[in-house]
C-alpha cells in the first residue's frame, strides 16, 4: 500500500501546484498501513459503514452481553445445586476473610460463596480482591476443583470486558456519530441506525461538494485562468470538511473493525466455556481401573498402586498450575481491564485533538498563502513536523489498544486451553481417590464388577 502525506509542507511548490498535487482519493484515508497492524482503518469494507454495519456490530455485542450474562447464571445454579455453594476456609484464615469480605463491601459471614467470588473478581485491583480470589482458586485450580470452577472465573471476567467494551464503543462510535448511547431507550438501535444513515448522507455530501470543487478547480487551471481565484476558494472551502470527515470515517471503522474481531474470539471463548464446563474425561472408570487391578493380587498391592499413581497425577495438575499461572496474571494485570481503559481514555484524547486542533492545523497549511520568507519556512517546517507527531502519536495508541484488548482475548485462550489439558490429569486423580474410598468400603474390586464398582 502506498502511503501518502498530506500533511507536508513545501514552500518550493506555488500554492496552485500544492493544491494540484494534494487531491485526495479514497484510497488515501486508511489510518494504519497494512503492515503496522492488520485491519485497523482501511478500505477494507468502508462503504458499508453508514448503511447498518454499525448498528449490527453494536447489536452483536448486545447479544453477546445478554448470553454471558445467562452463562454465568446458569453456571451458578449448577454448581450451588440445592443450597448455596461454598469455598472451605482455614481455620487460620476465618479472621483474614471476613476482614478481606468487610473491604469489599460483603457480609461479615466467615464463609465464601460464589456472589463473594464475583465481587472479588470484579474487584482484583485491591488487596481484598487479590487475597480471595487466590484463596479460593487455590482450590478450584487443585486436585479437588472442578473444570466448571475454574471457568466460571473466565466467564465473569469476560462479562467484565464486554462491559467495558460497552462503554468504550459508547465514545468511540458516539462521538463520530454524533450521539448519545442509552440502551435504557427501547428504541436506542432504531436511533443508532438513523444516526449512521445521518453520519452516511452528510458524508456523501462532503465528498460530492468536495469532488466538485476539485473539478472546478482542475477546470480553471486548464481552461478558465479567470476564475482561478474563485475555484480556489470553493477548494479551499472544503477541504477541512472533507479531512474531518475522512478522519470520521477512519474512526469508525477503527471501533467497529475492532469490535468485530473482538466479538468473534469472545464467542468462540464463551462456546469453548459452554462446551467444555462439565467434560468427562473418563467416564468408563472401568477402562481405566482394569488395566491396575490386573496387575495386583491382593489389596494392599492395589491400594498401593492406586496411592502412586494419584501422586503422580497429583505433580502434574501441580506442574500445570505453575504453567497456567504466568499466563492468568499475565492476563489479569498486564492486561488488566484498568489498563486497557487507561489506554482507551489516552487514546480517545488523541482522537479529539486530532480531529478538532490536528486537522484545521492541516488544512492551513496545506493552503498557505505563497507569500513566505526564510523565517516564516522555519517556523512552519516546526508545524508541519508537530502536525505529523500528532498523527504518528494517534496510530501508535490507537495500535496499542487494538492489540491490547486483542491480546487480552488471545491469553484467555490459552488460559482455558491450559485448564482442559491439566484437567485431564485432575480427573484422573478424583478417579483414583474415589476408587481407594470404595476399596475402604467394600474392600478390593474384581475384574467382573468393576464397571459398577465406584456407584
Known amino acids: 500500500m502506498t502511503e501518502t502525506n498530506s500533511l507536508e509542507y513545501r514552500p ?26 492488520v485491519l485497523l482503518a482501511g478500505p477494507a469494507a468502508p462503504a458499508e459503514i453508514g448503511t ?27 454448581l450451588n445445586g440445592s443450597g448455596i455453594f461454598t469455598f472451605p476456609i482455614a481455620e487460620n484464615l476465618t479472621d483474614a476473610v471476613v476482614s478481606a469480605k468487610q473491604d469489599l463491601g460483603l457480609t461479615d459471614e466467615a464463609r465464601l460463596t460464589l456472589e463473594d467470588y464475583i465481587t472479588a473478581l470484579k474487584q482484583l485491583g485491591t488487596n481484598a480482591g487479590q487475597f480471595l480470589v487466590g484463596l479460593i482458586e487455590k482450590q478450584s485450580e487443585d486436585v479437588a476443583g472442578s473444570m466448571q470452577l475454574e471457568l466460571f472465573a473466565d466467564a465473569v471476567e469476560i462479562g467484565e470486558e ?45 465528498v460530492k461538494t468536495t469532488h466538485e470543487a476539485e473539478s472546478g478547480f482542475r477546470e480553471a487551471m486548464l481552461f478558465q485562468p479567470e476564475s482561478l481565484s474563485a475555484a480556489r476558494a470553493g477548494v479551499y472551502q472544503t477541504a477541512e470538511s472533507r479531512l474531518k470527515s475522512d478522519n470520521s470515517l477512519n474512526q469508525l471503522t477503527d471501533v467497529t473493525t475492532l469490535l468485530a474481531h473482538k466479538l468473534t474470539a469472545v464467542a468462540s471463548e464463551v462456546g469453548l466455556i459452554t462446551q467444555e464446563q462439565k467434560r468427562s474425561v473418563y467416564p468408563k472408570a472401568g477402562d481405566i481401573l482394569k488395566p491396575l487391578l490386573q496387575g495386583t493380587d491382593n489389596e494392599n498391592a492395589w491400594n498401593k498402586s492406586l496411592t502412586n499413581f494419584s501422586l503422580m497425577l497429583k505433580l ?15 492476563l489479569r ?27 484545521a492545523a492541516t488544512h492551513v497549511l496545506n493552503y498557505y498563502d505563497d507569500r513566505h520568507d526564510t523565517a516564516m519556512d522555519t517556523l512552519l517546517n516546526q508545524v508541519a513536523e508537530g502536525l505529523l507527531e500528532s498523527e504518528q502519536q494517534k496510530k501508535s495508541k490507537t495500535k496499542e489498544f487494538y492489540l491490547t484488548t486483542l491480546g487480552a482475548s488471545s491469553l484467555r485462550d490459552q488460559k482455558i486451553q491450559m485448564a482442559l489439558a491439566k484437567d485431564d490429569a485432575r480427573q484422573g486423580y478424583q478417579l483414583l481417590e474415589a476408587a481407594k474410598r470404595a476399596t475402604a468400603e467394600k474392600g478390593m474390586p474384581s475384574l467382573d464388577n468393576l464397571d459398577v464398582f465406584l456407584t
Do not use: C, H
Not at 487531491?23 to 497492524?37: C, I
Not at 447498518?52 to 452463562?71: N, P, R, Y
Not at 450521539?179 to 436506542?188: G, I, S
Open 12 to 37: 518550493d511548490l506555488g500554492r496552485d501546484e500544492r493544491l494540484r498535487t494534494n487531491w485526495q482519493t479514497e484510497e488515501e484515508t486508511e489510518l494504519l498501513a497494512e503492515d503496522d497492524v
Open 333 to 359: 494485570y498486564t492486561y488488566a481491564l484498568a489498563n486497557q481503559e487507561k489506554v482507551a481514555g489516552e487514546l480517545a484524547v488523541y482522537n479529539e485533538t486530532y480531529q478538532n486542533v490536528t486537522l
Open 316 to 330: 502434574a495438575v501441580d506442574k500445570k498450575n505453575k504453567a497456567k499461572a504466568q499466563t492468568k496474571n499475565t
Open 52 to 78: 447498518g454495519l454499525v448498528t449490527a456490530t453494536v447489536e452483536d455485542l448486545k447479544g453477546l452481553q445478554q448470553q454471558v450474562k445467562s452463562l454465568i447464571a446458569q453456571m451458578q445454579k449448577d
Open 162 to 206: 464486554l462491559a467495558f467494551l460497552d462503554a468504550y464503543i459508547a465514545k468511540g462510535l458516539g462521538s463520530p456519530l454524533g450521539m448519545a448511547f442509552d440502551y435504557t431507550d427501547e428504541n436506542w438501535k432504531a436511533k443508532l441506525m438513523a444516526a449512521e444513515t445521518d453520519w452516511k448522507t452528510a458524508r456523501d455530501k462532503v
